[in-house]
T-cell receptor
């Protein structure tokens, strides 16, 4: 069964304190891995797509990396405005049934204190 | 922001009543999705559409039906709402499946009393 596990469930950081969020996945064949940011009361906002092991993508203070079993979202020198829930999702290779639908983890709630 | 709107944004209803949620897009994307989000669970797929009048079930489709008569509109219907369907519902769109990200709407908070 395809599965996505995110850790930790919650993370509290001081402003400027760098850290990483983890997304471990089990899929029959990975087609893509997606990171989203979700603010309270809003829909998820797309951040990155990663397709193959070794790939990295960056956006401002965020950097996403991918291995064959997990992805990390590295946050460098975070600011209070980076506080949000970060969601990871995987898309499995479609063998004719699911149209490659996304499977989401439960998210990591990040709080950055000034 | 992707051109996705959801209506209503909030709704309170009673057990046993029918409810229809609407998702409207202005991006002309082929794929549309309905998810629900509950505490302790990730986003879970209810139904999706891969074209006008083409729909299929997701992980948690029991008690829900969908319709798509136009590219821009995707309707989610709860034929007889139950308290277990209290949730936040998100619509998402994607130009095509495969290697494309999905873009999400603002959500509808539904409470079934």
């Amino acid at each position: 069964e395809d599965q996505v596990t995110q850790s930790p469930e919650a993370l509290r950081l001081q402003e400027g304190e760098s850290s990483s969020l983890n997304c471990s996945y089990t899929v029959s064949g990975l087609r893509g891995l997606f990171w989203y940011r979700q603010d309270p009361g809003k829909g998820p906002e797309f951040l990155f797509t990663l397709y193959s092991a070794g790939e990295e993508k960056e956006k401002e203070r965020l950097k996403a990396t991918l291995t064959k079993k997990e992805s990390f979202l590295h946050i460098t020198a975070p600011k209070p405005e980076d506080s949000a829930t970060y969601l990871c999702a995987v898309q499995a290779v479609d063998y004719g049934g699911s149209q490659g639908n996304l499977i989401f983890g439960k998210g990591t709630k990040l709080s950055v204190k000034p | 922001d992707a051109g996705i709107t959801q209506s209503p944004r909030h709704k309170v209803t009673e057990t046993g009543t029918p409810v229809t949620l609407r998702c409207h897009q202005t991006e002309n994307h082929r794929y549309m999705y309905w998810y629900r989000q509950d505490p302790g669970h990730g986003l879970r797929l209810i139904h999706y559409s891969y074209g006008v009048k083409d729909t299929d079930k997701g992980e948690v489709s029991d008690g829900y039906s969908v319709s798509r008569s136009k590219t821009e509109d995707f309707l989610l219907t709860l034929e007889s709402a139950t308290s277990s369907q209290t949730s936040v519902y998100f619509c998402a769109i994607s130009p095509q499946t495969g290697r494309d990200e999905q873009f999400f709407g603002p959500g509808t908070r539904l409470t079934v009393l």
